[in-house]
């Protein structure tokens, strides 16, 4: 298998003389001509994306993963890494310096096409390749901040950030300052006002492997309520969920009536005429496999014990999971659960001696999430009624139960039920968040939604980041023959450091602050 590495320089001449932090910052996205058309920065934009996945590396941090015994085997030793939050030394597909490489480039990218319509004299014809830069840039840096450092909260003008890169590179080996994670939500920030009014749809050939409209508003969503903007999480989703939400909702049941096997669920799921998937990514990852249905990525994996008493197997206030009408797939061979939402699709280079690269498509935006992003917002605003509204919309979606989601049904069931241990797991956690979360009808309501955000976003590395949000404590534990249970020591603290997943070694080397350990 071919492992891709970046190694992306400003000028040619001297690069082979300086290794540093500027091979991933200082990015010439497009060195083979000047980018001075309007053709040339559309063109340019496709690569505003990132080719590297976060889902591996968050997904296996989480708690949507055990050790599944000595049985098994991973594909790589970052599965491992990931699994016990230690510092990486991979620097293959998924890894913390993929990631980083990946998404830089992407901003390089994105800089560079801002700065190629500033210099054409930002006509107004180009608004939106310029609402595209933008969103892209902001959904990059997004992405680093929530995986390298703290969650946003109180502290966060103290915590370590993530270079903002606003322009384009210039110099060989410039230093880079982190900042804080304030300074770097509030340029974010400043990215997607400025970009929302700029995106226009009618740029797209394919919409859905863009920033379109609904996406844009989607990411805009999401952001805002990790920043803490409810007000502006209610406004922005509106635009997603337009007055009817079930209308633009996921055919969760068409979808259910799909075969597990081969690729009919996930080429579905990503589907360009799907109405609830809203931006597809491309990226090269080994997940599509490590998550797939094959032996190899076992060890560490979402297992039927987490399935069944917390994930996607597991009851609420609807009842059973058989309520569902997409159910997860098991296998008696391996101890994997699955949700077919995305599988590998391999890039040959050399068909003869099978080299390639592995991909992964991922919906990175959703309807559906949109909408449980909304309720949470109604949460925080102690607004119970349109809270239960979404979710019981969410529900009527995804089940037969939508009915059965009532205010006095959640408050009832998760009142009723005792916090998670390793040995007697629940679907409900303590919250240990930097902000005040009443007990009784808030918590409820909070553990419900999260509860379903993990439900549906199970292998999306989405509950890494509600993990660190809500100050969950994580606990290891080895599952041999799906009884025998033995708990690790290594507990993830509230506030544990290595919440902050470390940045690359080379990156430290170069001169930036690493993460405390």
């Known amino acids: 298998m071919k492992i891709r590495h970046l190694h992306t320089f400003i000028i040619a001449v001297v690069a082979v003389l300086f290794v540093s932090c500027g091979d991933f910052l200082e990015v010439s996205p497009d060195n083979r001509a000047l980018v001075d058309t309007d053709s040339k920065i559309t063109n340019l934009l496709v690569s505003a994306y ?38 990486a030394s991979e620097d293959q597909q998924d890894s913390p310096q993929a990631i980083w490489d990946g998404y830089y480039h992407a901003i390089a990218s994105a800089n560079q096409a801002l700065q190629a319509i500033n210099d054409l004299g930002n006509p107004t014809r180009l608004n939106a390749q310029k609402g595209e830069a933008l969103i892209c840039r902001a959904y990059c840096h997004f992405v680093l901040v929530n995986v390298f450092c ?42 997607i006002q400025a970009a929302l009014p700029l995106i226009d749809d009618q740029i797209y050939s394919v919409i859905k492997y863009h920033f379109n409209r609904k996406a844009a508003y ?16 209610i406004e922005y989703a509106q635009n997603v969920l337009t007055s009817d ?30 109405r609830a998937t809203l931006l597809d990514i491309t990226t090269q990852s080994l997940w599509g496999r490590v998550a ?30 058989g309520m569902f009408y997409f159910r997860s797939a098991s296998y008696s061979q391996i101890p994997k659960v699955i949700s077919r939402k995305f599988v590998e699709y391999f890039e040959y280079t050399d068909p003869v001696n099978g080299i390639g690269y592995p991909h992964i498509v991922q919906a990175e935006f959703t309807t559906d999430e949109a909408l ?54 629940t679907v409900k956690k303590h919250l240990n968040p930097d902000f005040v979360i009443e007990t009784g009808e808030q918590e409820n309501f909070i553990d419900c939604v999260l509860h379903l955000r993990r439900i549906l976003t199970i292998h999306e590395g989405l509950r890494w980041f509600d993990v660190k949000r809500y100050g969950i404590e994580l606990n ?42």
């Open 50 to 87: 990132p080719d590297q996945s976060a889902w591996l590396l968050c997904e296996l941090s989480s708690d949507n993963a055990d050790d599944n015994g000595s049985t098994w085997t991973t594909t790589t030793a970052l599965e491992k890494q990931a699994f016990t939050w230690s510092d």
């Open 150 to 191: 703290k969650s946003y909260g109180a502290n966060s003008s103290a915590d370590l950030g993530i270079p903002y890169m606003s322009k384009t590179e210039t110099k060989v080996s410039p230093h880079y300052e982190r900042g804080n994670v304030a300074d770097v939500y509030s340029k974010i920030d400043a990215d």
């Open 218 to 233: 989607a990411f805009a969503t999401r952001f805002n309520l990790f920043y803490r903007n409810y007000n502006k999480v």
């Open 245 to 274: 939400p079930l209308s633009v909702l996921r055919d969760w049941q068409y979808g259910g009536t799909l075969s597990n096997n081969d690729n009919f669920r996930p080429d579905w799921y990503i589907g360009n005429d799907n």
């Open 292 to 321: 797939g249905p094959s032996f190899g990525g076992s060890k560490y994996s979402h297992n039927a014990m987490i399935a069944d008493n917390e994930t996607v197997s597991s009851s609420g206030p609807w009842g059973s999971s």
């Open 372 to 425: 449980l992003c909304r309720a949470e917002a109604y949460i925080l605003k102690k607004d119970y009624d349109n809270a239960t509204k979404d979710l019981a919309t969410f529900m009527t979606a995804y089940s037969s139960a939508g009915a059965l989601m009532t205010r006095t049904k959640i408050n009832s069931f998760y009142s009723g039920i005792g916090y998670y241990t390793p040995t007697i797991p």
């Open 476 to 517: 290891r534990r080895t599952i041999e023959g799906n009884t025998n249970i033995s708990v690790s020591s290594d507990t993830l603290k509230v506030n544990d450091p290595r919440r902050a997943i470390q940045i690359p070694q080379n990156v430290i080397n170069a001169g930036i602050t690493a993460n405390p350990r």
